[in-house]
């Protein structure tokens, strides 16, 4: 087994890489050039730039779908402005927090906490009042005169900690006397604002920005840009990245799922000893980062939505077709299980088409007259992956 193993490290390594410099096509990678988004890019850092003068700008609103640069963009800017920054003496601190990351922001104390690390403070993970832990950020921010640029990437996520965290993080300013602080929000969520309490949406909506979907030509410009320098020459048949750009705009322009299924193309050219990737990569690929994303989906889910799916897999294989008031039953009875409390039938029914929104299920509204109405819910995925779906929410539940 061993030597089979040597083997194939050996063939691996002498068959050489369609790629140059892979780490191009990563999610965390920010390149030099970003195409087909100067405007925007213009855009976040004139409302930022008042922070280069110790003034504070206004908290900034980004949203837009999947995949259409906002991170990206947002990351890039605050790059420059910190390097700016300190070559010119101006006291600027950019603290960056994905709000999707469990044990980092579900709750209000984490995050709290998790901000104040981020200026060196050691705050245990529990045991302290969150009225103590506002107290000790308050008090490391206002440490001296700075302004601060505070990024919530997804920040819709911060449903799940309470309504009051928001709140909180748009009033800092009036707790500080010597530093300040501003806020940009960034969500894939376009009706999120909307639903905000009119005082939380008026303070973080101070100025607001959409990203719009790319299209199919601005994918490929995209893709072109990054793979003259992740692949090595000659590496890419001829249609890939227009097979590629074709995909991800039926995808909602989301230019990020093109570099990841270009990427993942590339491994499995090389997985199978193959020196150019080409168009039946792309389609391979497809459907592997298609079966990938609903474990990813399954496993980084809130625990109650996570209940819900487990629910909806447990009655999918018993019947043909299975109802909202089914599905909330057996919800019902794993929240008593876990000693959890239930949340109502109005949220799990929104609950039930955000996972048709990810493809995980479709749904058909079904009127029953004076009885109102119900959805009918099928499963969209194969049986095989259900059953690990299954396994992977009983370990995350059995842990969270």
Known sequence: MVQNINSLFENFLNSGSVFAHKKI???????????????????VASI?????????????FIYGKTGTGKTLIVKRVTESMVGFSEKNNIPLRVIYVNCKLKKVADTEYRLIAQL????????????????????????????????????????????????????????????????QISIVGISNDLTFADHLDARVKSSLSEEELLFP????????????????RAFREDALKEGVLEKCAAYAAGGHGDARRALELLRVAGELAERKGCRYVEIKHIDEAEEKIDRDKIFDIALHQPRQVQLVLY?????????????????????EKLCKQMKLRPLTQRRVSDIIGELDLLGIIQTKLISKGRYGRTRNITITIPSISMIKIKEVLTKSLAHG
């Open 48 to 60: 930022l730039a008042p922070a280069l003068r110790t003034d504070r700008p206004s908290n900034l």
């Open 311 to 331: 629910a909806i897999l447990e009655l999918a294989p018993k019947r043909t077709i299975v109802v909202t008031g089914e599905i909330y039953s057996l919800y």
């Open 213 to 228: 979907p790319y299209n199919a030509i601005q994918i490929k410009g995209i893709l072109q840009e990054r793979a003259k």
């Open 25 to 43: 096509l990563q999610m965390n990678h920010v390149p030099e050039t970003i195409v087909h988004r100067d405007e925007l890019t213009e855009a």
């Open 116 to 179: 104040a690390r981020e200026f060196g403070k050691v705050i245990p993970s529990t045991g302290l009042p969150t009225d103590q832990v506002y107290s000790i950020f308050y008090e490391v921010l206002d440490s001296h005169e700075q302004t601060i640029i505070l990024v919530l990437d997804e920040i819709d996520q911060l449903k799940r900690a309470g309504d009051n965290i928001l709140y909180n993080l748009t009033r800092i300013n009036s707790e500080l006397k010597r530093a």
